[in-house]
């Protein structure tokens, strides 16, 4: 049946505004889309705006409540895996008579409190020894005949990370084989430590060392050879033809030391196993970080 022709023109007139309203409807969320991430901007940039103008008033508050004009401390050298300290100080006001000391709270240490000395009554200094490993924090004591005022001065750090050499030890490969009739493993296996080569008075490693533990205790240690090139220290072992007598239930624990010039010690736990009843090895012991290097 074929439609008048003014139906037709109705239908399609029709179609089109059908069309447009749609269209009309995406681009009304499109922009509502955009309003609303316009407004989530506005929004953070306002957040942002205010906390930051807040943080710069409060530390202008602090800075003008401080009875510090400044403080600062110089590392003046590493022994023994400490490093020694001068810490120096100016008060905004000191009265004669008064004592200054700085408080120093250093790891699990009791804290130290170290009396300042001045030539000038104007900066106080002192020398304070802590540990390479240790977070200190410092804070100025000042005593007079009837108060006593103390406010932090500043965290220092651990500074082992920084000096501790960059050493990377890891397995190159090798093969473990069940001696048959018996419940002896034979390890044929190479490692590797390498600490790039440093420049100056960098950090170099004197020793390295290939350790294999049984159940908790050390049976064997081997020296790792050192080739020394232009661009590293590199300690290499193979492990040839190694008998390890075992029993089911047995823990062993590959790891490689070493010791820097500095004294620092590094361990690296390289692999580990659990021996199953079957004879086979459980390559997952769980408790270890294997390729992380502790420094200690």
């Known amino acids: 049946m074929k439609l008048p022709k003014w139906v037709a023109i109705v239908l399609i007139a029709s179609l089109l505004l059908n069309i447009k309203a749609t269209l009309d409807i995406s681009s009304m969320k499109s922009e509502i889309r955009n309003l609303q991430i316009n407004i989530s901007s506005i929004n953070s940039s306002l957040d942002n705006t205010i906390s930051s103008g807040i943080d710069r008033i409060e530390r202008t508050i602090e800075k003008e409540g401080s009875i510090v004009s400044e403080f600062k401390y110089e590392n003046l050298g590493i022994k023994d895996k400490k490093v020694d300290f001068i810490l120096s100080v100016k008060p905004k006001v000191y009265n004669e008579g008064e004592k200054l000391y700085f408080l120093i709270k250093a790891g ?120 020394n090139t232009s661009k590293r220290e590199r300690f290499y072992l193979l492990l040839k033809d190694y008998e390890l007598q075992c029993n089911t239930g047995d823990e062993i624990i590959i790891y490689i030391t070493a010791k820097d010039d500095m004294g620092l010690n590094y361990k690296c736990h390289m692999e580990g196993w659990i021996v199953e009843e079957n004879g086979g090895l459980d390559h997952s012991p769980g408790r270890y970080n294997f390729r992380n290097v502790e420094v200690y």
């Open 108 to 227: 699990n240490n009791s804290p130290q409190l170290i009396p300042a000395e001045t030539e000038d009554n104007v900066s106080f200094t002192a020398n304070a020894t802590i540990s390479i490993f240790d977070e200190a924090n410092v804070d100025l004591v000042i005593e007079g005949e009837s108060n006593k005022k103390t406010e932090k001065l500043d965290t220092i750090y651990p500074i082992a990370d920084k000096y501790a050499a960059r050493i990377n030890a890891r397995s190159l490969g090798g093969s473990i084989k069940r001696n048959a009739g018996s419940s002896k493993l034979i390890i044929n296996h190479e490692y590797e430590l390498i600490n790039p080569k440093p420049d100056g008075d960098g950090t170099r490693i004197k020793e390295a060392n290939l350790d294999i533990e049984l159940n908790g205790k050390v049976i064997d240690t081997f020296p790792m050879k050192l080739e």
